[in-house]
């Protein structure tokens, strides 16, 4: 059976997950994972404080037309793209830099409408993704031992003991440099989107000069990036998202809010349109999802290669007890090398429990390598190959592709590998500048997305019942 625009109905609440009641502070009473160890408690209550006064950043009828939109991708009819920074910096909330990224992610839309003949739902991991697991709480830095970064919101990135310490009025910072990101973006969204498109393209172009001509796509790539970058058509909303990690932080910008004359008040994270439970934090009896259970955005849950699918079950039942298709999105991070046998016996757990899911595919997180040269890096064939292969078996298995979460940047950095601007080990040294994962450059971007385009639409898939 081909389950194209089919809804399940709700199923009954497994039992061992059946919750108890939910408060704006419930999640404090469970175990939870990777949070910053403030030694001034004083100044951390004080700056809460002033941040739980903080006006909302985002509009609530926005993050309802969200998860209408993002519904849509669950049924087949528009597809997501979810994409930015890994770690998003308070110097990068600069025009220029803003920009960039707004330019990539609607080109990367056009690209999908104009091939896959397919509306766009755009997420950026902007405007507040300033918060970072990190693998290690400590890392040694020449000789000295300090903290790890843990995003512009926690700490320093320089390596030095003192500004590696977390400091409390970084959030502060944090929510000042999301607030300004986000009214940069809804400026542009409000100008000729067509004009910025084509300018910024030609710099990008211009600037990179060593691009792959060898290619056999090359020119009708660069052709199609060219005629995008004119249309004017994409003059949709750009949605803003992070990952909810800090939950001191997210609990003091979550409101009350009433979205219709009809409906009572609920709690809506107003810092943002869209949250993830990170892969680190989705066990469905801590905090993390403790606290997202209660929001009414909608939300995504990573899921890994070694995420046991039973407990990914008892994650969805706790986060989407209401089975709504558009509010729980899974994004997958398997890795190419994991996809074809740890996805199949996740979608049977899923479709067994008959769990309204929209799948969206991170082709980045279960790809990252270390390299000789001890540069973090990713491989864009690596990418493609997730993209392409959680698409085939999705669709093998009557299922919707719902999109493509990816790690990028509006710029011409060096830090993956491959791709039309052949980017190889000895690049890194150019222009290697991210704060956490390496990010797929402009370009590369485009071209990806472009790739998976030609790839998807050659493939003769058809139901398979
Ligand atoms: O973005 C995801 C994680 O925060 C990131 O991959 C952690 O990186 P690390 O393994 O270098 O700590
Ligand atoms: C932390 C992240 O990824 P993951 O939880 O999948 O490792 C992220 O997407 O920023
Ligand atoms: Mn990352």
């Not at 000042?176 to 710099?203: F, G, P, Q, S």
């Not at 000069?209 to 060898?214: E, G, I, Q, S, V």
């Not at 052949?422 to 150019?430: A, G, N, S």
Request: net charge negative; with cysteine.
């Amino acid at each position: 059976m081909d389950t194209e625009n089919t809804i399940n109905e709700p199923v009954t609440l497994l039992k061992d997950t059946t919750p108890s009641e939910w408060g704006l502070y419930s999640w404090k009473s469970k175990p939870i994972k990777h949070q910053p160890v403030y030694s001034d408690t004083e100044e951390l209550s004080s700056v809460l404080k002033e941040i739980e006064n903080a006006p909302k950043i985002v509009e609530i009828q926005d993050i309802c037309d969200l998860q209408d939109n993002i519904r849509l991708c669950g049924l087949g009819d528009k597809m997501l793209i979810h994409l930015g920074d890994c770690a998003e910096t308070f110097k990068d909330c600069n025009e220029v830099s803003i920009k960039n990224r707004f330019v990539l992610f609607n080109l990367c839309s056009l690209i999908i409408n104009k091939i896959l003949k397919k509306d766009v739902v755009k997420i950026g991991r902007i405007a507040g993704q300033y918060a970072k697991p990190r693998s290690s709480p400590v890392e040694v830095v020449n000789g000295v031992a300090m903290s790890s970064y843990f995003g512009d919101n926690i700490n320093c990135f320089s390596p030095t003991k003192e500004g590696r310490v977390p400091n409390p009025e970084k959030l502060i910072k944090g929510y000042h440099w999301a607030v300004t990101t986000y009214h940069t973006i809804e400026k542009l969204m409000n100008y000729k989107t067509y004009e910025i498109c084509r300018d910024v393209l030609e710099d990008q172009l211009r600037e990179q000069t060593a691009l792959d001509k060898d290619t056999p796509e090359y020119e009708d790539f660069i052709n199609v990036i060219k005629e995008c970058a004119e249309d004017l058509s994409d003059i949709e909303d750009l949605y803003v998202s992070h990952e909810g990690l800090l939950l001191d932080y997210e609990s003091k910008l979550t409101k009350l809010c009433r979205y219709s004359e009809d409906e009572s008040e609920k709690y809506f994270n107003t810092s943002t349109h869209f949250l993830w439970v990170g892969e680190r934090t989705n066990k469905f009896d801590q905090a993390h999802v403790e606290y997202f259970r209660g929001i009414q955005n909608p939300i995504g849950i990573k899921v890994g290669p070694k995420s046991d699918p039973k407990d990914i079950v008892k994650s969805i039942l706790t986060l989407n007890p209401e089975n709504e298709m558009g509010r729980l999105t899974l994004i997958l991070r398997l890795g190419a090398k994991n996809v074809k046998e740890t996805l199949p016996p996740l979608i049977e757990e899923i479709t067994n429990h008959k769990l309204n899911v929209v799948w969206v595919t991170d082709a980045v997180h279960g790809n990252t390598y270390v390299n000789d040269c001890k540069f973090k890096v990713r491989h864009f064939d690596t990418v493609l190959e997730e993209l392409v292969s959680v698409y085939t078996i999705l669709h093998k298995n009557n299922q919707i592709f719902g999109g493509i979460h990816l790690e990028v940047s509006g710029d011409n950095v060096t830090e993956c590998l491959g791709g039309i601007t052949k980017t190889c080990d000895d690049d890194l040294y150019t222009n290697y500048s991210t704060q956490c994962d390496p990010r797929l450059s402009f370009l590369q971007t485009l071209h990806l997305i472009y790739k998976f385009c030609i790839e998807v639409s050659k493939l003769d898939l058809l139901p398979t019942e």
